[in-house]
T-cell receptor, first 111, second 116 residues
Framework: EDQVTQSPEALRLQEGESSSLNCSYT??????LFWYRQDPGKGPEFLFT???AGEEKEKERLKATLTKKESFLHITAPKPEDSATYLC????????????FGKGTSLLVTP | GAVVSQHPSWVICKSGTSVKIECRSL??????MFWYRQFPKQSLMLMAT?????????EQGVEKDKFLINHASLTLSTLTVTSAHPEDSSFYIC????????????FGPGTRLTVT
């Protein structure tokens, strides 16, 4: 059975304090790993897709990396507006395009 | 691009009544749409996969007679919660598969359903 585990559950950072969020996964045949950002009361906002181990993608202060067992979302010099819940999801090759989400990491960046 | 809308954004209904939620892809055609449910402080749980012109595929444990899904066009899918009860109160979010060639899903803003 596919599993996605995110850690930590919650993270509090000071503005400018860089850190990483972890997403560990087990899946039978990974088609893709996805990172989303979700603000309270809103739908998830797409950030990145990673398809193969060693792949990296960047967007502003965010950088996502992928290995065969886990993915990291690195946040460099975060700002308060980066506060949100970050969701990781995997898509198995035989899933019919469905996403299996982790429980998310709730990030709070204080000024 | 890849904008998905939902209507309504929130709804309150009485127990025993039915509620319809619409999901539209605004600037692309979506052959496949998905419906998720999210309880407070929980992650998204897939309820069903909706393919245009065919019956929806429901996840294990989701009652297909209670959650009716219709995907009548390439830009519209609807979820009807029939005979709603307080335990159906939740945040319902739809997504649409990105246009051909990519695997991302783009999500709507969600619909907050409260059943009294």
């Amino acid at each position: 059975e596919d599993q996605v585990t995110q850690s930590p559950e919650a993270l509090r950072l000071q503005e400018g304090e860089s850190s990483s969020l972890n997403c560990s996964y087990t899946v039978s045949g990974l088609r893709g790993l996805f990172w989303y950002r979700q603000d309270p009361g809103k739908g998830p906002e797409f950030l990145f897709t990673l398809y193969s181990a060693g792949e990296e993608k960047e967007k502003e202060r965010l950088k996502a990396t992928l290995t065969k067992k886990e993915s990291f979302l690195h946040i460099t010099a975060p700002k308060p507006e980066d506060s949100a819940t970050y969701l990781c999801a995997v898509q198995a090759a035989n899933s019919g395009y469905a996403l299996n989400f982790g429980k998310g990491t709730s990030l709070l960046v204080t000024p | 691009g890849a904008v998905v809308s939902q209507h309504p954004s929130w709804v309150i209904c009485k127990s025993g009544t039915s509620v319809k939620i619409e999901c539209r892809s605004l600037d692309f055609q979506a052959t496949t749409m998905f419906w998720y449910r999210q309880f407070p402080k929980q992650s998204l749980m897939l309820m069903a996969t909706s393919n245009e012109g065919s019956k929806a595929t429901y996840e294990q444990g989701v009652e297909k007679d209670k959650f009716l899904i219709n995907h009548a066009s390439l830009t519209l899918s609807t979820l009807t919660v029939t005979s709603a009860h307080p335990e159906d109160s939740s945040f319902y979010i739809c997504s649409a598969r990105a246009p051909t060639g990519s695997y991302e899903q783009y999500f709507g803003p969600g619909t907050r359903l409260t059943v009294t």
